[in-house]
Nanobody, 125 residues
């Protein structure tokens, strides 16, 4: 049974930085992709970034150049480092994951079947 636990959300000033963590359990290998999404109440969930088992990464245009996704396979944790935060980055951030057949299977535009509970990020102006 796969479980995901996010952490690291906080209140931060505009221009500040945060690092979110998504700790996984239940995967039998490192062949899985992880995506970060965010959602503001009343709005659709937005895809932010993803990383596959080969550590190929993708970013939405809204965060490219400011956010960095990475994974520590030993800790079974995927991080989202967020710099130059803007008020429009305020949202609940969720990580999601899905097992893949190969390390290289792309995470871009892919689907996910396990989700964490979310961690709130608030950026004040």
């Amino acid at each position: 049974h796969v479980q995901l636990v996010e952490s690291g959300g906080d209140l931060v000033r505009e221009g500040g930085s945060l690092r979110l963590a998504c700790t996984t359990s239940g995967f039998t290998s490192n062949k899985y992709r992880v995506g970060w999404f965010r959602q503001v109440s009343g709005r659709e969930r937005e895809w932010v970034s993803c990383i596959n088992g080969a550590e190929t990464t993708h970013y939405s245009d809204s965060v490219k150049g400011r956010f960095t996704i990475s994974r520590d396979t030993a800790k079974k944790t995927v991080y989202l480092s967020m710099n130059s935060l803007k008020p429009e980055d305020t949202a609940v951030y969720y990580c999601a994951a899905r097992a893949t057949l190969s390390f290289r299977e792309t995470c871009a535009g892919a689907n996910y079947d396990s989700w964490g509970q979310g961690t709130p990020v608030t950026v004040s102006s």
